[in-house]
């Protein structure tokens, strides 16, 4: 891509949801932008729980960094370390086979946000036995993983333990992430599994289990009981302070209860930082280490100074004295600021907006958190349904969201259509 002598080199690191508004927001006549990631997508992760269940097909959840009338340049591999003074990345492909060779790229202006990982808290056999929900392979996985049960309890001679242990679906955190899986699973097995396995009806069940007091700990105490309530009376079994020693193929472990057969269990729980961050010689929180950042989005170097034309955001970077949640929200609010920041060229400090939180619990029932009236269900569904329509950044995605709704409504969902 040829460049002028007035744009400036932007090299962002990173394609989730900060890397990517970034790229729709910043001026390319200004400025030549480069981005490095392992993915060539983005994924709507808000939406990965219901395109695993089948309510979503898998190419609405995502779109390619790379579009048609984009001037922007898409290098897919991984940044491997960082010169901050000579203003230069060395990097490998991310590909099978090409893992030794390296390259580099320079820039004028970085931007790291290259996300985080999965967080098992060191239990054996979650990596090889868990599926988790951060992309959609992962989407495609719990989707298959899901069919397979269902498939191997209608095996001929299956007991009746044996099928409801098949049958028994375990999800690892209550956060928003759980809750909604949660709820998109019961929705499946209630409606559209219900006729393609009547031989298997009222025999799936599915527990949270989280090792907090509550589920959704970002909501009030008022929501988290109505929330709770809503799941018991579904049949969905919450088990709080749950400690999970252990994932096997077909059970986990926990210290209260001990060994708890499954057919499946999803991980929707804690974040951990990349190799890269790790590595970087930058100031870093204490716990989750992340990038630390002044309110300009500036970065800090070891010795507490401001490395220069370097800017962090995204769920790998936080804001020194003005801690801020890992969520798609701050994210793109980050983003959307450095952004104008940048096609300006005045600096102003970063000043998050706090946005009301929705938790869907299935069956069109949902909660609110950030309404002054804490809104419950019917209504709390259809906003969660609307966050759905606008987290899409494509027309052509919004219109066939919505044709998926009415689908569902008509036929059944995909992963089980009448």
Known sequence: ???????????????????????????????????????????????????????????????PVRHENSLIKFIQGKVRTIDFEKKTCRCRPFFNGLEDERFEVSYDIIILAPGCLNQTFGTPGVVENACFVRNVADAMLIRQRIADCFEKAS????????????????????????????????????????KVYPHLKAKPTIAIHDVAPNILSVFDAKLQDYALSSFTKRGVQVVTNSHIKRVDADSITTAEHGRIPTGLVIWATGNRCTRLVESLPVQLTPRLPRILTDSFLRVYGKDEQILPDA???????????????????VACQKAEHLARMLRKGVEGPFKYEQKAVVAYLGQRDGVIAGDEDGLTGRRAWMAWRSKNFWWTRSWRQKVLIVVAWILDWLVGRGIAPV
């Open 1 to 63: 891509m040829a460049t002028t002598r007035q744009q400036q080199q932007i090299l962002i690191v990173g394609s989730g949801w900060a890397g990517s508004t970034l790229c729709s927001k910043l001026a390319t006549s200004k400025y030549a932008i480069t981005v490095i990631s392992p993915s060539p997508t983005t994924p709507y992760t808000p939406l990965l729980a219901s395109a695993a269940c089948g309510l979503y097909d898998f190419s609405l959840v995502e779109t």
């Open 155 to 194: 095996l001929p001679g299956r007991t009746e333990e044996q099928q409801r242990d098949l049958l028994h679906f375990v999800i690892v955190g209550g956060g928003p992430t759980g809750i909604e899986l949660s709820a998109e699973l019961c929705d499946l097995f209630d409606n559209s599994f219900a």
């Open 311 to 329: 800017y962090a955001l995204g769920d790998a970077a936080d804001i020194k004295g003005g801690s801020l949640p890992t969520t798609a929200e």
